[in-house]
């Protein structure tokens, strides 16, 4: 009884954050980078437009930063002010597969929620000035699948935004469905 209990309770909070919730598998087809070179593509991306996501609700000013660690693997840090306060989220990726594509998957651990296991893929990045990323998470029999839109800086540069709109209508998202963070 307490297990469905707490996946109502998630499942409420899950559709509340307007995240694209549904029934089924996270999708497999969605594109990718096929070099995901990361030497290029660490350092700070600011989140300057995502899809609604509860425990993002009052954060402002997100920022992504990607790491590598001794071992291989990837460390994300994500920072954000909330309530007044800088809140960091930590988690670490690891490449799917080959080693040099643009999939990663991430463990991240959530405030509220514990150690949550998602795909990150990486559907098309400059390294230098965007990256659009898709994200989906398994929850039971359902799936909630968010999308991100990184930038290096927070001024965009007009010649990407085609290359952006690309990239989000392969991610199955309306480009309405992201709002700016700042």
């Avoid at 307007?18 to 996270?26: H, R």
């Avoid at 463990?107 to 559907?123: K, T």
């Avoid at 927070?154 to 952006?164: A, G, L, Q, R, T």
């Amino acid at each position: 009884m307490s297990r469905t209990l707490f996946a109502l309770c998630v499942l409420a909070l899950v559709a509340h954050s307007q995240a694209a919730l549904s029934f089924g598998k996270c999708p497999t087809d969605i594109p990718a980078v096929k070099y995901l070179m990361s030497s290029r593509f660490f350092g700070s991306w600011k989140q300057y437009e995502t899809t609604s996501q509860l425990w993002r609700s009052e954060g402002k000013c997100p920022t992504l930063s990607y790491s590598q660690e001794d071992y291989g693997r990837i460390h994300l840090q994500n920072t954000m002010t909330m309530f007044g306060k800088t809140v960091i989220q930590d988690g670490y990726a690891a490449h799917v597969g080959d080693n040099i594509s643009g999939r990663l998957n991430v463990i991240y651990d959530v405030p509220m929620f514990g150690y949550v296991n998602a795909s990150h893929i990486v559907v098309d990045t400059d390294f230098g000035s965007f990256a659009v990323v898709y994200s989906c998470a398994p929850i039971g029999a359902m799936k909630a699948e968010f999308g991100y839109i990184l930038r290096r800086n927070m001024n965009p540069w007009f010649n990407v935004e085609e290359k952006i709109d690309a990239a989000v209508a392969k991610t199955g998202f309306s480009r309405d469905a992201f709002k700016k963070n700042c």
